[in-house]
């Protein structure tokens, strides 16, 4: 592993960069599908590859239940204008108690997920989750809400948030990406979620640029690159890396609050996924455990290793 601790002005070519939207938005219709590819690219015959091919599953069962579902609403005017009022994201999380539309969506795809392959543990979590309450999938949702997940309950509340993340996907890209804005630094302006992991792209207007992930709603939003993605600091940033795997993925590493997320460079690989290649690339991960950064953001995917 190397790792650069002083770091020099961002390198991106002067041009490149014409004017990033502070917003892209979600598109239901293809993320889960092409996730679920880039997850059986990444699986090959490494010793991930049982649990990226049942992730890869697991993206088709959420893809192939949105047909079905009920359309998604935009939060009305009132709503819009308030969360504008206050700097609070659009989408307001506190609103799924009672959410009709989201206790079908949890069960058509827990449904769709009884079809996996997968171990008799994950089988047996997927039955709790099936047959749990309203009022129990509400709880394990908060949970999920505060970025945390329970150790001795993680693969339930995975099931759980694969069923918010088509519900918050679809919500979020029912929004007017023009009035979104900035709420703070480390939280996704559409929901308020965490972000997974950000990306410097290679899009067309936006070369060079970098977007935080949301791992929740799936948004991305356009955020200065040599900043911290957890605190917002500029200072004491550096970045480590695996030596020999391509530069693709690094730990932003931050001196200020202690933390480090990942950066992917799909401007280098196009075809890098921001949750996918987030589990494939465990092992950087691994390398960081020890030492005295701790990973912010959320990776509920990872949870366990």
Known sequence: MSRKTAVAPDPTAIGNVSSPPFVRLPDPASLFSVRSARFRQLAGTGELAPYLNFLAQLNDAQHGILADLPPAEAPDAEALARAHAFEMPPLDRNAIEGDSALEITFDRLFAAADAIDKPRAAAKALARVASADPAQRLAMARTLFTSTLPGDAIAEHIFIWAGLQVHFTGLASALDAAGVKPVADGVCPACGGAPASSM?????????????????????????????????????????????????????????????????????????????????????DLLMRDGPYRRGGFAPLLAGF
């Not at 911290?228 to 940033?237: E, R």
């Open 200 to 284: 410097v792209v290679g899009w067309h207007g936006s070369h060079g640029a970098r977007f935080c992930s949301c791992s929740l709603c799936g948004t991305l939003w356009h955020y200065v690159r040599i900043k911290c993605v957890l605190c917002g600091s500029t200072k004491g940033i550096g970045y480590q890396e695996i030596e020999g795997h391509g530069g693709f993925v690094k730990a932003e590493t931050c001196d200020t609050c202690h933390g480090w997320s990942k950066i992917f460079y799909q401007d280098k690989a196009p075809g890098l996924d921001p949750v996918a290649d987030d589990v494939a690339s465990l092992g950087l």
